[in-house]
């Protein structure tokens, strides 16, 4: 099992990058990568405080106070 892994993952462990030009596209894509994902991230998180930090408790509210 292990030496199936140890193959797969041969061609990708000698793989070497040959120019900085190559190097810095790379890690510039990364960089876009993460900065997406921790702005999509930072938008989850607010619409789910909107959600449940502030609509669902005034939807209760209003249930209650329907109620009363």
């Known amino acids: 099992m292990i030496q ?7 061609p990708i ?11 810095l596209e ?13 702005t999509k991230l930072i938008s ?3 619409g789910s405080f909107t959600i ?3 609509i669902v ?3 209760i509210q209003h249930l209650t106070l329907k109620a009363s």
């Open 4 to 10: 199936i892994i140890i193959e797969a993952v041969k």
């Open 13 to 23: 462990a000698d793989a070497s990058v040959n120019n900085t030009s190559d190097t």
């Open 26 to 38: 790379i890690l510039s894509k990364v960089n876009e990568f993460y900065d997406s994902s921790w």
């Open 44 to 46: 989850v998180l607010a």
């Open 52 to 54: 449940f930090g502030v």
């Open 57 to 59: 408790p005034l939807f």
